[in-house]
């Protein structure tokens, strides 16, 4: 049975850059016709990330890291030996898992791997020191490829290595998925979709221009020391992610009681992840005014395009109140059409808007948490 656990949440954020292009403006996209304000998915799940490290919701051994010094990292693993002969060790290790390494000892690109498999390929190196390949002793040897080093490896420690790599039941990997070019069959595919934010409403750049003053400055001397401006907009976002249950125990190898543990820590992390782009400017600490969960039975439905036309301020109500609002509208109406008899909601709203008696009202964020955690087993059980 397919089980999708969907979360839409609505934020207000005060005047902010959280998330940049590559001229430091804030994003946008055109959405119905007009421009909106927009934080991208990657910096929302690195927020996600982030907020569970912060709070410690998971072990640290079902935790992952996103690397491209993979070679540095266990080097200082691999205390008491030496930092040289280490090195090579490391490169001949990861020369049979087939991931190269650059001239600056840096991966290809980032490797996004579990503490499971960090400490795998750290208990590996320790126990085949003498098997694997040495530090080079003349230039040709240094320019062996890593198949040349692999071929010379025996074939049961290339295999051990490449076992290591399959994940780790690290729930990050297995909540956002990870893809690597050389070793295709270390690939995850993601169990949770998290959409771009966009406000609910139409936005303009605004520009702060500002000056800073030279706190030593001769007495011949005036103004600033330093003119600037950068760019900022206020917006009230709609989030939308969603999560395949039965994908998510799948990539934690059938491991139910840990995937339950990794949907109640993603309910926290997620509400009280906030972007860190220039908060040391804005402080933009803003917590969302509605947090909606839904299972899902049949197909998830991404509910954004109940802010295809705008929503516009009231004197009488707020950005965020109207959206609350007509989130709620346009579900009805598409769930009528879509929906599944099962399907059920659970929420926190601290506007009111949301309609009373559809789903179940949470008073708080760990009774949410609870809540999602178990619906979800017994559903999965059912």
């Known amino acids: 049975m397919s089980l999708f656990i969907e979360f839409h949440l609505i934020q207000n954020f005060a005047p902010s850059n959280l998330n940049r292009d590559d001229t430091g403006s804030p994003k946008d996209a055109i959405f119905g ?9 990657q910096c929302f799940k690195r927020a996600i990330r982030l907020a569970s490290q912060d709070m410690e919701l998971l072990p640290s051994e079902h935790r992952a890291t996103r690397t491209r010094r993979l070679l540095k990292l266990l080097q200082q693993r691999l205390e008491g030996r030496d930092p040289e002969e280490a090195r090579e060790k490391v490169k001949a290790a990861l020369a049979a898992a087939g991931l190269k390494l650059k001239d600056d000892g840096k991966t290809e690109y980032l490797l996004f791997l579990g503490e499971r498999e960090i400490a795998g390929m750290t208990s590996l190196i320790n126990e085949h020191w003498d098997t694997l390949v040495s530090e080079p002793e003349s230039e040709t040897d240094k320019k062996r490829s890593k198949k040349q080093v692999k071929a010379s490896l025996p074939p049961d420690v290339v295999k051990q290595v490449k076992g290591l790599l399959d994940g780790g039941k690290a729930v990050d990997i297995s909540l956002f998925g990870r893809m690597l070019a050389d070793l295709p069959g270390g690939k995850k595919d993601a169990a949770c979709q998290v959409a771009h934010a966009i406000s609910t409403h139409r936005v303009e750049r605004e ?3 500002f000056t800073a003053v030279d706190d030593v400055e001769d007495d011949d001397e005036s103004g600033a020391g330093m003119i600037n401006h950068v760019e900022f907009n206020s917006a009230t976002l709609y989030r939308y992610a969603v999560i395949d249950m039965g ?24 509400v009280r992840a906030v972007p860190t782009g220039k908060q040391n400017s804005f402080a933009a600490h803003n917590m969302p005014a509605f947090v909606g969960v839904c299972f899902r039975h049949a197909a998830p439905m991404n509910l954004v395009n109940a802010f295809e036309r705008p929503v516009f301020p009231r004197q009488d109500k707020s950005l965020t109140d109207l959206s609350v609002s007509e989130l709620d509208r346009h579900e009805t ?5 879509y929906g599944d008899t099962r399907d059920h909601w659970g929420y926190l709203d601290l506007t009111g808007a949301w309609a009373e008696g559809k789903g179940e009202a949470q008073p708080d964020l760990s009774s949410l948490a609870e809540w999602v955690k178990t619906q979800a087993t017994e559903k999965m059980e059912a």
């Open 247 to 270: 994908k998510l125990v799948k990539n934690l190898q059938g491991d139910t009681d840990l995937a339950l543990a990794a949907l109640e820590a993603f309910v926290l992390a997620k």
């Open 207 to 209: 520009f702060d221009y």
């Open 333 to 337: 109406h598409l769930a009528g059409v």
């Open 33 to 41: 016709g007009h421009r909106r304000a927009r934080v991208s998915s």
